[in-house]
Structure formats: structure tokens, C-alpha cells
């Protein structure tokens, strides 16, 4: 079976920084596009960085220039570096495999206070 399982999130304060892992089984993930979406209490679920089978990253403007997504081939993992870190940036964090996504972790909590 698939599975995609989220680690590093956590509480931190405004302007700190943080690494989620994704390690995934079932799939290799130099076949899927994978990627990273976050989901903030009252909001819809949103994609934040994407990465494809050929290892080119794609940002969302809200991130773009603080976070950087890439992977391992080797421990077949995605991670997402996450620097200048805002409250707005609060959210629960789900990896993803596939686009249109086919695959979804349970997610990583990430809360960062002002």
C-alpha cells in the first residue's frame, strides 16, 4: 500500500525556520510528481510547492523565496525547508503524491506565533 508520512512540524516563532519530511512507501517518488499543501483552520486546502518527476520545483506565490522543496531519491523523501517563517504560514502540512494528487499523508502541524 501507498503511504506518505509527514514528521518535523512544530511550534515556532515568527522568523524561525523549520524542515518537514515526507517519507514515502509504495511508490517511488521519481515517478510522481509530489508536493506539499497545507490546510489553515477556516481555509481551504491549499498547494504550497510541487516538484516534479525531473526534480524542478514550482512555488506558490505566498512561499516563494522562503521555502525550498527537494528531495532524496535514494531514502525516497520529499522535504520542505521553511525559512522566515509567518503566523499566515500556520496550517497543517500534507505531502502528496501525484497530480492531480492521488496520494495524501495525515499531515504535520506547524503553528508559528508572533
Known amino acids: ?7 518535523g512540524g512544530g511550534l515556532v ?5 523549520l524542515r518537514l ?3 514515502a512507501s509504495g511508490i517511488d517518488i521519481a ?6 499543501h497545507r490546510q489553515a483552520p477556516g481555509k481551504q486546502r491549499e498547494a504550497v510547492a510541487l516538484i516534479t518527476r525531473e526534480g524542478t520545483p514550482d512555488y506558490q506565490d505566498p512561499v516563494q523565496g522562503r521555502f525550498i522543496i527537494s528531495r532524496d531519491l535514494r531514502r525516497n523523501t520529499i522535504f520542505l525547508q521553511m525559512d522566515d517563517l509567518k503566523p499566515e504560514d500556520t496550517a497543517v502540512y500534507y505531502c502528496s503524491g501525484g497530480w492531480p ?3 495524501w499523508g495525515q499531515g504535520t502541524q506547524v503553528t508559528v506565533e508572533s
Open 31 to 36: 515517478r510522481f510528481k509530489m508536493g506539499w
Open 101 to 103: 494528487a492521488q496520494f
Open 21 to 23: 519530511s515526507c517519507v
Open 1 to 7: 500500500q501507498v503511504q506518505l508520512r509527514e514528521s
Open 13 to 17: 516563532q515568527a522568523g524561525g525556520s
